[in-house]
């Protein structure tokens, strides 16, 4: 232990040299504010003046960002005497990012040590290689060099759930409320860690009745895949919620959440709504295909880990086996992407932005384009869902529920919204082989380097503008 120990301070080290390089080589670059930087920087240096009651109406997330940034920033100026243009400037305040890269990492591996903890010895490599991965994620590892609410989001999201996971519940609510400060939608990860004591009370009570019962065709810890099993956990959901004795349990525990989610609700009602200033481009809708384009993600994403010879194969005998069930999942989802696909106007106008591309060249191709991917969404879907098999049945229930809430209601497709529901459930596959962990390592770090260069060397310019645009996520 005291060995991985001295590794993993090795590591962290060398992941902050190399990011503070590639940082100093994009801020080289992009010394103004960039995108959604032309709003974050300048109301953070509005804080840092002292100006806590001048808001900038365009900004949609409330001030977790900048009341950290400045709780950091003031305290070192102060120890170094620092003055002038330099303190609270855009690179002062986007390193700030870097900071919370190396709490990511931390947060990583302790999670990652903590979720598999029951595993087999000669699992130090793995699961320091697993947290190294994790923390280079292409789409959470470029946003460490901007300044915008995704790094400090993801950071407060994982010490919230490390705390859920320790059973320091009022720690992990209040780390809770930090990461809304940084984003609203986090409420919906605070519910899941209240959710996972839910689930566990009622994964207890499932197997107790199912002992009783001698019912060997539903094992206690996996969904069950069919008509009969939807119904047979709906009904005994139904009848746990409605069991004073039950709900008081779990009261008892998940007090703190509760308290953070009535306090949520109360600034929804004062608020008029969840989302701060501009409003008029994110409006909730039920948008059903954003959990298809996020099972797609995910399969990419997760590919060297997740997919491999026995799984194809696993998935083939599923489909001869329950051909009803599949047909009636692909009717669904077909019905989904006819009537429920929502396109915003930032997807079809920003051509600074990767999905914009995505949706350009693979969904505007034909309209027909659509509808037949719907197979591959299945199969992402059933893959997805097959990682899981090792978790109870009403953990994933939990965590499926958490996903549809993050990310059906939003309008727009955009990669960064996938980041904490991909980390939640790349953190909760089996630790992979040290070879795939290797193959995913250099997967992201192809990527990285390919979005870092576009992103550097590819700018371009709007005929209509001087100022220089870049590709981004």
Not at 86 to 100: E, G, H, K, Q
Request: net charge positive.
């Amino acid at each position: 232990m005291k060995f991985e120990g001295y590794i993993f301070t090795a590591l962290c080290s060398t992941n902050f040299l190399i990011s503070c390089l590639l940082f100093s080589r994009v801020t080289r670059e992009q010394r103004e504010p960039y995108m959604d930087e032309i709003f974050h920087i300048p109301q953070a240096q509005k804080y840092c003046h002292g100006k806590f009651n001048e808001w900038d109406p365009m900004i949609t997330t409330l001030p977790g960002l900048y009341l950290v940034s400045v709780g950091i920033i003031k305290p070192v100026v102060w120890l170094a005497d620092l003055t002038g243009q330099v303190v609270c400037s855009t690179a002062m305040l986007r390193f700030i990012n870097l900071l919370f890269n190396c709490g990511n990492l931390y947060l990583l591996y302790l999670l990652i040590c903590k979720l598999h903890l029951r595993e087999k010895t000669r699992t130090t490599s793995r699961r320091v290689l697993s947290a190294l991965s994790l923390s280079t994620f292409p789409v959470l590892y470029f946003f460490n060099f901007l300044y915008y609410t995704d790094a400090g989001s993801t950071f407060f999201t994982l010490f919230t759930y490390l705390m859920t996971l320790y059973g320091c519940h009022k720690a992990s609510a209040l780390l809770g409320v930090c990461s809304v400060l940084f984003r609203q939608t986090n409420i919906v990860w605070v519910a899941f860690c209240a959710g996972t004591l839910v689930a566990a009370k009622m994964d207890d009570a499932w197997r107790v009745e199912h002992t009783k019962k001698r019912d060997e065709k539903s094992p206690p810890y996996q969904v069950p895949l069919s008509f009969s099993g939807a119904k047979k956990v709906l009904l005994f959901t139904l009848e746990f919620l409605t069991s004073l004795s039950h709900v008081k349990a779990v009261l008892l525990v998940a007090w703190p959440y509760a308290v953070v989610g009535v306090g949520f609700l109360g600034f929804v009602v004062l608020n008029d709504g969840i989302v701060v200033g501009d409003r008029t481009s994110h409006e909730a809708c039920l948008n059903f295909p954003q959990l298809l384009y996020f099972f797609s993600f995910t399969l990419f994403f997760s590919l060297p880990v997740s997919l491999c010879y026995h799984r194809a194969l696993r998935f083939l005998h599923a489909l001869k086996k329950q051909p009803l069930f599949f047909l009636f999942i692909t009717c669904v989802s077909l019905l989904l992407v006819w009537k429920f696909t929502f396109v915003h106007k930032y997807l079809l106008a920003d051509n600074r932005h990767f999905p914009f591309y995505v949706w350009k060249r693979l969904f505007q191709r034909h309209e027909l384009v659509r509808f037949l991917l719907v197979p591959a969404y299945v199969f992402a879907g059933w893959n997805f869902l097959d990682s899981f098999k090792s978790r109870s049945l009403f953990w994933s229930l939990a965590f499926l529920a958490c996903l549809l809430a993050a990310t059906v209601p939003q309008k727009l497709l955009e990669f960064r919204y996938f980041i904490v529901p991909y980390l939640m459930y790349r953190l909760h596959m089996p630790l992979p082989s040290l070879t795939r962990l290797i193959v995913e390592f250099l997967l992201y770090t192809v990527v990285n380097a390919a979005t870092l260069y576009i992103f550097i060397s590819k700018s371009f310019h709007w005929p209509d503008s001087t100022a220089t645009q870049r590709f981004m996520w």
